[in-house]
């Protein structure tokens, strides 16, 4: 399938197929696109300074069949791999996708055999971080930011508050990246 059958950019509408069915995918919201952006050149840094072949690419087509085609909003391909089957495939959930992504898109990119799947929210500022064990996906670790006008008004909280916030993490499959959490949802209002 060529991408133009599964994209219409004029309209702004992609198209995934899943075991069959077909889901239309209206364009991302601005704060989607930003997390996807902000992602994508995170690790494209990475793999520039370390001299990695790996690349993260945004909303590639992922054909696995012709009952089969998804359209991940950031995949990271390396390619010092004999396959082409992402490394890493990261959803960032809108309203409208968030119950595939949770369901059918997992269960696909683990049958796919993608050995790490995230789950980006951009409106609760968090990130899920599955890796696959025995064809199935299992949490590794769930991150979130807090903005400071979200903590309470009480300065002791506060503080505590803080002082028990992750600011960073690492990918399952590359735990020498460090991703500080705020650089994931720069811009994000």
Same mark, same amino acid.
């Given at each position: 399938?060529?991408?133009?059958? *599964?994209?219409?950019?004029?309209?702004? *509408?992609?198209?995934?197929?899943?075991?069959?069915?077909?889901?239309?995918?209206?364009?991302? #919201?601005?704060?989607? =696109?930003?997390?996807?952006?902000?992602?994508?050149?995170?690790?494209?840094?990475?793999?520039?300074?370390?001299?990695?072949?790996?690349?993260?690419?945004? @909303?590639?087509?992922?054909?696995?069949?012709?009952?089969?085609?998804?359209?991940?909003?950031? @995949?990271?391909?390396?390619?010092?791999?004999?396959?082409?089957?992402?490394?890493?495939?990261? #959803?960032?959930?809108?309203?409208?996708?968030?119950?595939?992504?949770?369901?059918?898109?997992?269960?696909?990119?683990?049958?796919?055999?993608?050995? @790490?799947?995230?789950?980006?929210?951009?409106?609760?500022?968090?990130?899920?971080?599955?890796? =696959?064990?025995?064809?199935?996906?299992? *949490?590794?670790?769930?991150?979130?930011?807090?903005?400071? @006008?979200?903590?309470?008004?009480?300065?002791?909280?506060?503080?505590?508050?803080?002082?028990?916030?992750?600011?960073?993490?690492?990918?399952?499959?590359?735990?020498? *990246?460090?991703?500080?959490?705020?650089?994931?949802?720069?811009?994000?209002?």
């Amino acid at each position: 399938m060529q991408a133009e059958q *599964i994209f219409d950019y004029k309209n702004g *509408i992609t198209e995934e197929k899943i075991n069959g069915k077909i889901y239309l995918m209206a364009r991302p #919201e601005r704060n989607h =696109l930003r997390v996807q952006k902000n992602i994508t050149n995170i690790f494209e840094n990475y793999f520039k300074e370390k001299g990695r072949r790996c690349e993260a690419i945004i @909303e590639d087509e992922l054909y696995i069949d012709e009952n089969n085609y998804l359209v991940p909003d950031v @995949e990271i391909l390396c390619h010092d791999k004999k396959d082409d089957i992402p490394v890493i495939v990261i #959803e960032v959930l809108s309203k409208s996708t968030r119950d595939k992504d949770l369901t059918v898109k997992m269960k696909k990119y683990a049958e796919l055999g993608v050995k @790490e799947y995230w789950l980006v929210d951009y409106k609760n500022h968090s990130v899920d971080i599955y890796f =696959l064990n025995n064809k199935y996906y299992e *949490i590794f670790k769930s991150y979130s930011h807090f903005l400071v @006008e979200d903590f309470s008004k009480i300065k002791e909280e506060r503080e505590k508050q803080e002082k028990e916030l992750i600011k960073e993490f690492a990918p399952f499959s590359f735990p020498e *990246i460090i991703i500080q959490i705020e650089d994931v949802f720069y811009m994000v209002d």
